[in-house]
């Protein structure tokens, strides 16, 4: 009988975006009452972006189904066609989301290269456009926080408060992808609202390690949030009894911070295996649940490396060039870290 007494185990360490519900999760979102969200009468939908909003300090919040539209929503409502945004060149924004600030808002992307995905705060003011009708309008910078091409790295409270006052000195807007805000807030201990404080809006995942299967929060003012409610509806994102899926977030957002530290214990006992091996080189220091390496054995070729690990049932990604990512989050036990320990240098 083949593979009869191996160890099936799967080690799912391609993102933290593969978390499946909870049974607690899924109890609350079974019991969660729900409306018409378009209507604007879905009562979980309703209580969800409340407590959103209180929770980062904002007027109003908006509830939409992926990080990719919280951000694309926060750009083209805080813009014109034909404006300029400041960011990095390794953020999801520039990266990972298709374009679509280009293709729906008519904005033009500024990519810096700043290091482990922090913005060069210095030479921010030189590229501020004149106003004159040569140029585009420079009208708002992003920050990634924690940042993922950054190997999960936090974006530095005092730095991003730099250019919070760069952002302000010019009067430009400043939009934080939290998409991983939460980890940086377990870390840290600065609490949501204070990293919110620096920004215009701010965009939270919960399909990432908070562990709902679905949807993103915008928070924002109310003028923003009414403009982003307005481009949701005309890019279809309008949805129906979502309170289905908000209740899951409101799951999230009372049980699943706090235990997001366990991630980061299990990512740094990676990256302690990784950096004893030889053939391997942590690319950042592991702060939170992403741990990013290069393979500098060259006799090693990254795709055949990837797949024997996914023969032992280690997952993960091949994350460009000679570097693989992986991310940890609750569905892997410290039982498969330790699995993880004692397999990874023989492979
Ligand atoms: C995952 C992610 C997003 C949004 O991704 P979706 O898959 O669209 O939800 C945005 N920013 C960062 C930094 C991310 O890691």
Not at 74 to 102: C, M, W
Not at 159 to 177: P, Q, R, T, Y
Request: some cysteine.
């Amino acid at each position: 009988m083949e593979g009869e007494g191996l160890d099936k185990r799967v080690i799912d360490l391609r993102s933290d975006t593969v978390t499946k519900y909870s049974p607690g999760m899924k109890e609350a979102m079974i019991r969660a009452e729900v409306g018409d969200d378009v209507l604007g009468d879905d009562p979980t939908v309703l209580l969800f972006e409340k407590k959103m909003a209180e929770l980062l300090g904002k007027e109003d919040a908006l509830y939409v189904v992926s990080g990719t539209m919280a951000n694309l929503l926060a750009l083209i409502s805080q813009t014109k066609p034909g404006d300029e945004v400041l960011l990095d060149r390794n953020s999801h924004i520039f990266n990972y989301e298709a374009a679509g600030s280009a293709v729906i808002g008519g904005l033009q992307l500024h990519p810096f290269d700043g290091t482990g995905g922090f913005l060069p705060v210095d030479e921010l003011p030189s590229v501020v456009r004149p106003d004159n009708f040569h140029y585009p309008r420079t009208s708002l910078v992003c920050v990634e926080n924690t940042h993922n091409r950054g190997g999960g790295m936090i974006y530095p409270f005092d730095m991003i408060k730099e250019v919070s006052g760069f952002a302000a000195e010019f009067n430009l807007k400043l939009h934080m992808d939290g998409a991983r805000l939460a980890n940086a807030v377990v870390v840290t201990g600065i609490p949501f609202i204070r990293w919110a404080e620096l920004a215009d809006s701010v965009n939270i995942c919960f399909s990432k390690g908070l562990g709902a299967p679905v949807g993103s929060v915008l928070v924002s003012d109310a003028e923003t949030i009414k403009r982003a409610r307005d481009w949701r509806k005309r890019l279809g994102g309008g949805w129906r009894q979502a309170g289905l899926l908000a209740a899951a977030c409101l799951y999230a957002i009372e049980n699943n911070v706090e235990r997001l530290g366990e991630d980061h214990t299990k990512a740094a006992r990676i990256a302690d295996t990784i950096s004893a091996d030889p053939r391997f080189a942590l690319v950042y220091p592991v702060q939170t649940n992403i741990v990013i390496f290069e393979v500098i054995d060259v006799s090693i070729e990254i795709e055949s490396f990837v797949s024997k690990l996914a023969q032992v049932g280690i997952r993960c990604l091949p994350f460009g060039g000679r570097r693989i990512r992986m991310v940890t989050h609750m569905d892997i036990s410290f039982d498969d870290i330790t699995y993880f320990e004692k397999t990874f240098s023989g492979i």
